[in-house]
């Protein structure tokens, strides 16, 4: 097989799992036996295609070949024969591929029952979001698990024991009504943005971005947002990944390395996605309730937005909703955020004294923007040799090689001595 043609199917792969999955969940009324059948297709395309070429419609051609296979097992199960005939007869109906791919174009919703399957109350909270992240975000394992802060091995259980306990459920393959709705929301927002976020800032491999789960992230952050319309905290989500996926073709150099916030030339920020994301931070601000962290956060990416410039963005503001987030989200992550802004507002020991607590946290240890945070403030105060370090630390933890080389260069830049200090 070329080259060329691995990294299509691999591509499809990514793209089309998870509607496959989705679809599958609900003709086999089972997650685990979905996914194993979706992979029995992908093995199928990889020793088919490369000889008779990749299908007009290669994502029909996927679930023909995942509903036959499974019709096959179906036929084997003994503890199925009762519902055979009946599943048989449904999976059955269409068996044309042109049939099957206008089945496909609606797989849209099925992709939202799946994840609403996988919040079930049944299922841990830490599953809940790992199993959508696998089945509907299309992660590996290890991506998941930075996404966490947590080892591999965790994640692995996490996802098999929540597949296992749906199964034993029998859990029904639907979108939930009235306040259940409500219960899983929570869990399905964080879902959702956790794969924005992989996407956004690629957490591994040779890559910042990866565009393909930011636009996973955003078309799941509309539907929801259509299926719940009265709920202000997703309007707030869907606000903050508009604007902040404005921000991607001004995110990376030529040579493909990060560029920061203040470094960014704001011209190639997509207006269009940062009109739609204030459209939907006003919905959400008009609807009844205290705002959320969603909303919150999105006022904080409205504020970068606003701003013609790095200069005239109001940073005071910006560490005010900040000191609102950690009131009702004290979070590590969020208080490092709040670091940045705190010393942005009033100078950078400000902020390096809020950072400097948060060097003890567990869930931080291996977090690399903790110590590249603490460089660049040790480095605004002259301390450039402390600085030094801790960029070459952060540059050690990061999984991402982008990052790992943009901090290296960053601790060329440190003096070998150190600095009078300057506030």
Not at 166 to 183: I, K, N, T
Not at 187 to 194: F, P, V
Request: aromatic letters at 4%.
């Amino acid at each position: 097989m070329t080259s060329n043609l691995h990294a299509a199917i691999a591509a499809i792969w990514r793209i089309e799992s998870p509607k496959l999955i989705a679809g599958l969940s609900r003709m086999v009324r089972d997650v685990g036996r979905a996914e194993d059948l979706a992979q029995d297709a992908f093995v199928s395309a990889l020793s088919q295609w490369p000889e008779g070429g990749i299908p007009r419609n290669p994502g029909a051609w996927l679930m023909t070949t995942a509903k036959r296979r499974s019709i096959d097992q179906i036929r084997r199960d003994e503890t199925l024969q009762r519902k055979s005939e009946e599943l048989i007869r449904d999976l059955s109906v269409k068996e044309s591929e042109t049939d099957v791919a206008a089945t496909y174009e609606e797989i849209d919703d099925d992709l939202l029952r799946l994840m609403f399957v996988a919040c079930h109350p049944v299922v841990s909270k830490e599953g809940h979001v790992a199993l959508t992240l696998k089945l509907l975000g299309g992660l590996t394992t290890a991506e998941i698990a930075r996404a966490f802060l947590t080892s591999e091995t965790t994640i692995a259980q996490r996802i098999v024991r929540a597949k296992r306990t749906l199964m034993e459920a029998r859990v029904p393959f639907e979108v939930p009504s009235g306040p259940e709705r409500r219960q899983r929301l929570a869990s399905i927002l964080e879902t959702i943005y956790l794969i924005f976020n992989e996407g956004y800032a690629a957490t591994a491999g040779d890559d910042v971005l990866r565009p393909d789960l930011v636009e996973d992230a955003l078309r799941l952050g509309r539907m929801l947002a259509a299926l719940m319309p009265n709920e202000s905290e997703v309007y707030g989500l869907v606000a903050l990944m508009e604007i902040q996926a404005s921000r991607m073709r001004a995110r990376i150099g030529r040579s493909g390395e990060p560029i920061l916030l203040p470094d960014q030339d704001r011209g190639k920020w997509n207006r269009l996605l940062i009109h739609r994301g204030l459209t939907e931070l006003a919905k959400a601000e008009q609807l009844p309730g205290a705002v959320g962290p969603y909303g919150l956060q999105a006022a904080i990416a409205a504020c970068h937005a606003r701003a013609a410039s790095a200069e005239e963005t109001d940073w005071k503001r910006i560490a005010t909703l900040y000191d609102a987030l950690a009131q009702i989200e004290p979070t590590p992550v969020v208080e490092l955020n709040r670091a940045v802004a705190v010393a942005m507002a009033y100078g950078p020991q400000a902020g390096l004294d809020i950072a400097d607590r948060l060097l003890d946290e567990p869930a931080l240890r291996i977090y690399h923007l903790l110590p590249s945070v603490r460089a660049d403030l040790l480095f605004k105060l002259g301390r450039t040799t402390e600085a030094r370090a801790e960029f070459e630390h952060a540059a050690a933890l990061a999984r991402n090689s982008r990052d790992r080389t943009f901090l290296l260069s960053r601790a060329a830049q440190c003096p070998a001595s150190t600095a009078a200090a300057k506030v």
